[in-house]
Structures are given as C-alpha cells and as structure tokens.
C-alpha cells in the first residue's frame, strides 16, 4: 500500500484538517466532530440539508458543502457510516427552524446511524425528514433484502434537495423534490482495480490484469460480476443499457448524464466513455440536458466508472441549473 | 453463576482482547464479501469500551451496560455500531437497577439484546447476519434455562461457520447476491467472539 | 495495461468526441483538427488567447477553455506536442485581430512546434506572443540547458491571462501579465507509480512498493530522484521547501496554493498533503490567498500530487479572483 | 552514384520499414530518459510520409522532399516532428528543381538538414541529441567528399552508441541530469536508422 497519508488511522482527521485550511471562507468543520458545515450555518430561513457517508468518496459528501447544495456533511470513518452522535452535531448545526433533510444512501449501516440520528433529534424537537437513495441498478431491488445501493447518483438529490431548498421551500417540499429525484436516477458502476482501505492496508479484491469487475458499489466490495476487461464501448454499452432497462425512457424524453471517474481514472478515459454513451443516447433520440464528467463520488483510488442517467422534467431542469457554490459543483 | 458489574467488565475486557487479536480476521471477512472495515469498527470500538469502564465505577449493571452502548453506538459506526449499540442498550434496560444478574436474568437481558438487533437490523434468521448466531444461541439458552455459557460459545461457533453456506440478503453483502456464499459473515464472527469471550468470563 | 479504451492509438480522438458531446453549449471541435475552442470563438474586441500540449494532462488544456481564460486548447497524442499545423488553425480559429497570446509549456518539442506556427501565422498577419512556462523548481535552472519545465503552475497562467484578455487588454498587456505570472509561479511533484501511455502499453518506468519519484514531471518521465516512500508531511515538506529556496518569500506575502493530483490520487490525499502545506505556510506567516486542490495537470493514471506556489499582488489577485466559465475552472 | 526521385522514394521505404520495425525499441529507449513516445511518433510519421509519396509523382527532388517534410511536420509532433521536418525542408530548398543528386550535390544538402536541425533544436554536439550522429556523420562525409554510406551508417551505429555515455543538457532527457546517462538518445537511433536506410537505398 502506497498512499500519501501520514498515519493510516488518522486519514480522516488530516483530511478534514486540510480540507478545513483550504476553504476558509466556504466551509467550517464542528470542533470535536467530523461534521463540514456551511460557514454560514444555519442559514435563516431556510431547510438544512444533510448528507454525508463513510469516507473515501471524495469529493462526497463535504465537497457539495455550500451555496445551493448542502448544508452539512458528516464524515465517517474510511468506508463506515459515521455515527448517530455525529449526524446529530450537523442537523443540529443547520436546523434554522425549518427542519432538515437527511439525505442517506442506502446502505444498512449508513440508514440505521442516520435514522437513530434522526430520533434523536426528533427528541430535541428538530423536524427530521429523510430521503434514501438507492440508485445502483446493479443490484437486484427488493423489498425482502437490503435492496439496491445508492451512488453516484446521489449527487444528484444533493444538487436538486438542495437547489429548492436555497429558495426557502419548506421541509416537505424538499423531502418531496429528493424522492422525486430518486424515482427518476438510475447508475451502473465498474471497476478496473481495487481500492485498498488505508487501516486494512491491503486491496478489497483482487483482479487478474485481464479481469474487470461489473456493478462495483464505491466502497471496494467486489462487484455482481467479474468478466474479462472489454472495450470502452463495450463497458458502457453494457452499463447503460441496464440503466435503460430499468428506466424505460421514451423518445424525446430529457435527461442529466453522469460520468463518474471512480478515483484513479484518467478524465481522458471518462470522456471515451461519454462518447459512446452520447451516441447511444442519440440513437434512441433521448435528449441530453447537460453531462457531468469527472470524479464527484469515488472510491479510493479505484479505477473504474459508473454512468448515472436523471430522467428530467421541467421543475427538474430548473432546479438542476439553478446557482450552486461549492467545491466541487459549480453553476 | 453470579454476573455482576466485575464479571460484566471482565467479559468486555476479553472480548476486547479477542477483537484486537481477530482485528486482521475480522476485517478480511468483510473485505470477501463486505467494505472491509468490520475488524476496524469492532477494534475501535471495543477500545474505547474498554478505556471508557476501567476508570468508572458503577453501581449497577444497566449503568455499565448503558455506557457501553453509547460508546459502541458513537465509536464503532457502519451497520454493527448500530446493531451491537442497540443490543446492549437493551440490555443495560433489562438490567437497570441491578447489582447483580442470575441465569434467568441475563438470559433474559441477551434476549432483549438479540431483539434490539432484530429490530434495528429487520434481519431474520438465513439472511447471513450476526442474527444468525444470536438466534439459534439465545434459543438454546432459552430451553436451557441456565447459563450453559460453554455451550452456548461452542453452538456460536458452529453457527458462524454455517453462515458460509447461506446467501446474504440484508447488510452489505447482500449486494453480492450468489457470490456472497462460501464466506463467514463478519458479523456473525465477532458475535461468535463476544459469546466466547462470555464463557471464558464466567467459566474460564 | 488495463485502461477504459477502445483502440489505444486513437484515445485523442475518441476522448476528444466525447468531450464535445459532453459540452456541446461550451466547446466546438475545429472539424479535421484535435483543436477545441470556445464556442464563441473568435470573441470580437478580444486577444486570443490559446494553449495546449500533449494529451494525457486532462482537465488541461481543454477544460480551461471558456470565458475567462483559454479560447483554444490544441492537443497533441498523449504526451506528444501537436503540431504546427494544428496550432496554426487554433490561432485563426481565435484571432480577432487583436492578436493571439500562446502560453506554452518549456519542452523543445512543445517549443518548436508552437514556434513554427506561430511564423506561420505572422506569414498570414496575424499578431502572435508567445509566453514560456517553466515553474518546476526540480529541474535546474540555466540557459545552456533545456531549462525547467512547465508544470500544474501553468493553470495560473491560463487563468490570469485570460482574465486580463476577456476584459479587451491589448495583447501586450496580456503577453506581460502572462509573463509576470511566470516570474512568479514555482512548481515541484512526486509520484507513487508510474503511468502508461496507452498506445506504448507499459509503464514509463518502475517502482518498488515502498519506492517513489521525487521531482517527477507531467510526461510518466522518471523524476530528478528515486527515494524510500515516506509521510504525506515529510513529501510536503521537501517539495515546499524546495519551492520556497526558490521563490524567497517574505513574511506577508500573499501566495496562491495549488496542491494538484497527478490522476490516481484520491482527492482525501491531496487535502492530507494540504494539511501539512497550510501549516507550514502559516508558520512562515505566508498568507495564503486563495487554495486549489485537485487535478489541474495530470499524468494520465499517475498517483502522486505537485504543489504550486504564485506569489501575488493587487494586480495578480484581481485577475485570480475574476470570474472564469470552464469545465475544470469556475470561479 | 545516381540519387533521384526514386531512390529517395526507396530511401523512405526502407527508413520506414526500420521504423516499424523498432518502434518498439525506439519507445522503450525514450520510456528510460523520455517520455516513451519516439517510436510512436516516427512510426505514425514515416507511415504516413510512405503513403503521401507513393501515390505521387515527382517532377524533382525538391518537391518529393517538400512532400516528406510536411508530411513529418504535421503527424509527428513532439521534438522529434519540428527537427527531421526542417530536416528535409532544407533538404528540399537544396534539391529544389534537381531530378537527381550528385554525391557533392546530395552531401550538401545532408549539410543543409543539419543545419536545419541545429538551427531549430539549438543543440550542440555532446549535448545527447541527434546532432550526436548527425555533426559526426557529416564531418566524415564533408572530408571524404564522396557518398560512403555504408561507413556513413556504421559511423551513424557507433556515435548513436557513444550517446550512451553522454549527459543531456537538450531535449526531455535533459530534465533527468546524471539520470540521463548509460542510456542511448532516442533520436541518435532514429537517426542512425535514417542512415542505415539510406545505405541500403543506395547500395543495399
Ligand atoms: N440488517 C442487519 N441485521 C443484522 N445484522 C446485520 C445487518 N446488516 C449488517 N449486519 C451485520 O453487520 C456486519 C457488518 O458490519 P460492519 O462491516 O461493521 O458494517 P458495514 O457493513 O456498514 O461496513 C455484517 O457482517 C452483518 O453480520
Ligand atoms: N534541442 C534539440 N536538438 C536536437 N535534437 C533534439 C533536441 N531536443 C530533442 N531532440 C531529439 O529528439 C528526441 C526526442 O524526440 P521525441 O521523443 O519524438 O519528442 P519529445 O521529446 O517531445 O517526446 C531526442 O532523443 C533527441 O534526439
Ligand atoms: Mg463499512
Ligand atoms: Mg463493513
Ligand atoms: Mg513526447
Ligand atoms: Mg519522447
């Protein structure tokens, strides 16, 4: 394991320090907690937006921190849901009256930390409304199991929750907005090395140099499926056409593209992906709204992708080029 | 059997030992079919458990019970922080005011805990989680109506390995579906460890 | 060589597809060329302003094309200068007739190739300056050599450059502001691995797992110095103090960080290396200005960061802070 | 010894096929001191130049050469483009109207390549760049006065040899320093192969 950390069961706290140093004026980290807050936490007026996750997905979740996003992010350990303590600190740094949002992926741990936050926040008699995102059609949805995980796309709810939420809807607006965004985002994810947890010191997986793994989640776990390495085209042909499986979109219909850059992924190698899934896109006269290209939720430094389609309606598209001022979104 | 707040520290205090030995173990179960963090979690929070009662001193079982849910529930995160805080904040409730705790009591007090899980976690039996030790164990000393707490460690044991043969269908490696066979749910590994670490407590 | 590609001998082409399918209202592809420009171009009343190099550096050169810093980007193959032709259409593509600032990188291919068009396009009467980026504080400095080479600190140049050309300065003034950026930006990297140009297939050199590249540059060329890995403090501090026993800075000083991921490197990396970076600076009662963290010159999959200083006055901050409308810069 | 339209054709064809044949090593050479794309960059430039002059026909050598150094300007890129482009610009400016060479008439404007090389590149002989080969070679055929390819192309192998030993103060391999020694320069072995091509074009 090479990495640039200093101690490996410090990674999170010299990342939030740095973090911290770097924006001033954007961000504010809790003192004694993992929590990044807006600066100017809790805006009068306004419903607080909370997301946050294991670490090691960055730039998510305290990249999104700011102008139009969210209002805070809680940050667990390396690929561990933070704890109910802690996601309290932030609902209760960004609660200006109007209640927060919880924007949760959905995974076991990340909803039961986040949802005994939520009691005991309630408790306190802060209104606490949560939305979870389960946007990974990789994995089978069920209502009889864990059900599907939430990635990439989850930026998205950050971006829309968020975007209504500056203009001082109420509690049940936003938390309405969000679910409508989860009903409408679907990803599929790939990966073409492992990612090694700097505590664990050795990689999630191993993958032959001819080996990829298809429906990768973002926290190293293998995917559904190892298969030979393919072309570009191939790889996303494969991805998308689960998405569209899963989504039934119709002619004419609107939608937000994701590229999403895994960690290690050259943005070059991004691009060749967009290309072919632009052109597939085309083909089905799908119109493309606006595309995302980059790494905005990671996994270490895996190298892999994941594409994310939001099918779009007009209120979407409003609230998706809506400002937004934070690290790594901007409009 | 006499479980007082001394044997109640004991046990925490070889489980800890158990978890820090396993850290390693733990953690490359979790990196087969989970996040790999689990053997982490666990280490870290059984720390802090430890660190936490040494210095305290307790006047009865639920206040000791009660700090070490809280410190396991802020300290350990991911899906067994939540799960194992429950678990003994149910039973710090099952056993609130009291110095002591016989058979039938602490029987009863895991009882309460194995629900706390199954509430928090909504797992059932054959899903491949930690409720696949806690179920069958508590149910053993159920019928049993004493602390075979030797037993109980052994049954443990026998049920985490079973885990290898179920398909996971709640917690993290659900999302592996048929691949997830074949391997010990981490979970129900440091289950095993915290039932042996009882035994060796009480018996050892 | 396990890359997201389909052909490793047109990664350019394809990339450059799906860059332009992804940014259809901010970027046009000049047909038949690997030239990108802004989709305006050429801006009436405006210098052009146009950089490039070698592919495998993304975001750089085409994500800073936009309002507010580059009209054109031209793009070699991976690590390969373009050529004189392709850097000539990208000056006729942007000229207004004011005349067109290139901002090249100090390599003798890059050098060369930019020189040629730029004789070719006085040959046509258009007015060309030409401003030569060297900031890597690894290389010796001397006239008799090759020089340093031009590194992340070339993002400095495009943004203040740019500023000063979107706001109708002549293309004298844009020639000196570019320059005075170069006087005043120094640069020095370090990678973990190595990185493949995908149409060579192998690594560009190897390292052992507890070696690294001290003084590396932006072309998978081995760096000035192989050492034992070490802390993400220990790497700060020697590329820091490397950068600040050439730069001489006073107490006071204001200084824009740069801490720039070489491509692998997960962004909590980068912040981790910041940690150290602010820390020291703050020591040194350096005032930091502003901080960047994240990939802004990268090297294709290379793990391993660069940090940038750019020492500022009134003038240069102005022109840092003023707005920029790219993919990769946004302000 | 008659040099005209085609043998220059040939000499690009058989320049070629040693291209293509060692772009493999030609990479590998600048991957140790550079950034590994020398054989890419002349392989898909010499292609293309075979290609281009193929198909056309040539009036005289100046236009053939024209045709070569533009083809190498717009498809090699890098250093390597820019220097064998005006290379065989000036070649072409020296033949400009000639259907054939004499041996003065094709030495000279080999003197003239070099020239454009060093004009363009800047680099003096010991600075581990093509002039390595290049000043050396040339020296040799400005004294003998006549074509000796063969001795030419062996003079070309053992001063694309001596690089080897050089430090590079010119090109990428410079930012290496001491590094860059105990390798040879990529474009001294491109050059080499030029020679060897043109040896074999002309005797072979
Ligand atoms: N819904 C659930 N009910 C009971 N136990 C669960 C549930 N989900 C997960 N677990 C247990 O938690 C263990 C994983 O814990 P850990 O690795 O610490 O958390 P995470 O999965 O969030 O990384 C699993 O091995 C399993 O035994
Ligand atoms: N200033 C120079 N003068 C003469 N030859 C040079 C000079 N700089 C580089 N070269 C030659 O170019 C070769 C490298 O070419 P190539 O790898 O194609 O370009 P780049 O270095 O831009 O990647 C070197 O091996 C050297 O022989
Ligand atoms: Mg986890
Ligand atoms: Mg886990
Ligand atoms: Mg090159
Ligand atoms: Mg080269």
């Given at each position: 394991?090479?990495?640039?950390?200093?101690?490996?069961?410090?990674?999170?706290?010299?990342m939030?320090?740095?973090?911290?140093?770097?924006?001033?004026?954007?961000?504010?980290?809790?003192?004694?907690?993992?929590?990044?807050?807006?600066?100017?936490?809790?805006?009068?007026?306004?419903?607080g937006?909370?997301?946050?996750?294991?670490?090691?997905?960055?730039?998510?979740?305290?990249?999104?921190?700011?102008?139009?996003?969210?209002?805070?992010?809680?940050?667990?350990?390396?690929?561990?849901?933070?704890?109910?303590?802690?996601?309290?600190?932030?609902?209760?740094?960004?609660?200006?009256?109007?209640?927060?949002?919880?924007?949760?992926?959905?995974?076991?741990?990340?909803?039961?930390?986040?949802?005994?936050?939520?009691?005991?926040?309630?408790?306190?008699?802060?209104?606490?409304?949560?939305?979870?995102?389960?946007?990974?059609?990789a994995?089978?949805?069920?209502?009889?199991?864990?059900?599907?995980?939430?990635?990439?796309?989850?930026?998205?709810?950050?971006?829309?929750?968020?975007?209504?939420?500056?203009?001082?809807?109420?509690?049940?607006?936003?938390?309405?907005?969000?679910?409508?965004?989860?009903?409408?985002?679907?990803?599929?994810?790939?990966?073409?090395?492992?990612?090694?947890v700097?505590?664990?010191?050795?990689?999630?997986?191993?993958?032959?140099?001819?080996?990829?793994?298809?429906?990768?989640?973002?926290?190293g776990?293998?995917?559904?499926?190892?298969?030979?390495?393919?072309?570009?085209?191939?790889?996303?042909?494969?991805?998308?056409?689960?998405?569209?499986?899963?989504?039934?979109?119709?002619?004419?219909?609107?939608?937000?593209?994701?590229?999403?850059?895994?960690?290690?992924?050259?943005?070059?190698?991004?691009?060749?992906?967009?290309?072919?899934?632009?052109?597939?896109?085309?083909?089905?006269?799908?119109?493309?709204?606006?595309?995302?290209?980059?790494?905005?939720?990671t996994?270490?430094?895996m190298?892999?992708?994941?594409?994310?389609?939001?099918?779009?309606?007009?209120?979407?598209?409003?609230?998706?080029?809506?400002?937004?001022?934070?690290?790594a979104?901007?409009? | 059997?006499?479980?007082?707040?001394?044997?109640?520290?004991?046990?925490?205090s070889?489980?800890n030992?158990?978890?820090?030995?396993?850290?390693?173990?733990?953690?490359?179960?979790?990196?087969?079919?989970?996040?790999?963090?689990?053997?982490?979690?666990?280490?870290?929070?059984?720390?802090?458990?430890?660190?936490k009662?040494?210095?305290?001193?307790?006047?009865?079982?639920?206040?000791?019970?009660?700090?070490i849910?809280?410190?396991?529930?802020?300290?350990?995160?991911?899906?067994?922080?939540?799960?194992y805080?429950?678990?003994?904040?149910?039973?710090?409730?099952?056993?609130?005011?009291?110095?002591?705790?016989?058979?039938?009591?602490?029987?009863?007090?895991?009882e309460?805990?194995?629900?706390?899980?199954?509430?928090?976690?909504?797992?059932?039996?054959?899903?491949?989680?930690?409720?696949?030790?806690?179920?069958?164990?508590?149910?053993?000393?159920?019928?049993?109506?004493?602390?075979?707490?030797?037993?109980?460690?052994l049954?443990?044991?026998?049920?985490?390995?079973?885990?290898?043969?179920?398909?996971?269908?709640?917690?993290?490696?659900?999302?592996?579906?048929?691949?997830?066979?074949g391997?010990?749910?981490?979970?129900?590994?440091?289950?095993?460890?915290?039932?042996?670490?009882?035994?060796?407590?009480?018996?050892?």
């Amino acid at each position: 394991m090479k990495k640039l950390i200093n101690d490996p069961n410090h990674v999170v706290n010299d990342m939030l320090e740095g973090m911290a140093a770097a924006y001033p004026n954007r961000l504010r980290r809790l003192p004694g907690t993992n929590v990044i807050v807006r600066h100017d936490a809790p805006v009068k007026g306004k419903v607080g937006v909370v997301s946050g996750g294991g670490s090691g997905h960055e730039p998510a979740h305290a990249g999104y921190v700011g102008k139009g996003m969210l209002d805070a992010a809680v940050c667990g350990e390396v690929f561990t849901s933070p704890t109910p303590d802690q996601v309290l600190e932030a609902i209760k740094a960004v609660d200006s009256g109007k209640g927060v949002l919880l924007i949760i992926k959905n995974y076991t741990g990340d909803v039961m930390n986040f949802e005994m936050a939520a009691e005991l926040a309630e408790a306190e008699g802060i209104n606490v409304a949560k939305v979870i995102v389960n946007d990974d059609v990789a994995v089978e949805d069920s209502t009889f199991t864990t059900g599907r995980r939430g990635i990439a796309g989850t930026v998205f709810v950050h971006k829309i929750a968020g975007a209504l939420a500056e203009r001082g809807a109420s509690l049940e607006e936003v938390e309405a907005a969000a679910k409508k965004v989860v009903q409408n985002v679907r990803s599929m994810g790939m990966a073409l090395t492992p990612c090694t947890v700097p505590a664990a010191g050795k990689p999630g997986f191993e993958l032959g140099e001819n080996e990829i793994e298809v429906g990768i989640g973002i926290h190293g776990e293998p995917g559904i499926e190892k298969t030979a390495i393919k072309t570009a085209d191939e790889i996303a042909e494969t991805l998308l056409n689960k998405i569209l499986d899963d989504m039934k979109l119709e002619k004419g219909d609107r939608v937000a593209v994701m590229i999403n850059g895994l960690g290690a992924t050259p943005l070059m190698e991004l691009y060749i992906v967009n290309k072919k899934v632009s052109e597939m896109l085309e083909e089905k006269q799908i119109r493309i709204h606006e595309t995302f290209v980059g790494e905005y939720m990671t996994s270490l430094e895996m190298a892999g992708c994941s594409i994310s389609l939001l099918k779009l309606d007009d209120s979407l598209i409003e609230l998706l080029d809506a400002p937004a001022d934070t690290i790594a979104l901007k409009k | 059997m006499a479980f007082g707040v001394e044997q109640a520290k004991r046990w925490m205090s070889i489980a800890n030992d158990h978890i820090q030995q396993q850290k390693q173990y733990l953690t490359e179960l979790d990196q087969a079919i989970g996040d790999g963090d689990h053997g982490l979690n666990m280490a870290r929070g059984f720390q802090e458990v430890v660190e936490k009662i040494a210095s305290a001193n307790y006047e009865d079982l639920g206040s000791l019970f009660k700090d070490i849910s809280m410190t396991l529930i802020a300290k350990v995160g991911g899906a067994s922080g939540p799960l194992y805080g429950t678990a003994f904040l149910r039973m710090s409730l099952a056993l609130a005011g009291k110095k002591e705790a016989d058979d039938k009591e602490l029987i009863a007090a895991l009882e309460a805990a194995l629900d706390g899980i199954k509430a928090r976690g909504k797992a059932n039996v054959g899903e491949k989680t930690m409720v696949d030790v806690w179920e069958p164990v508590m149910e053993f000393l159920r019928e049993k109506e004493s602390l075979q707490v030797k037993e109980a460690a052994l049954l443990a044991k026998e049920k985490m390995e079973h885990t290898k043969e179920l398909e996971a269908k709640k917690g993290r490696a659900a999302y592996l579906g048929k691949r997830s066979v074949g391997h010990i749910d981490p979970g129900s590994a440091s289950s095993h460890l915290l039932f042996a670490a009882l035994a060796e407590a009480l018996e050892g």
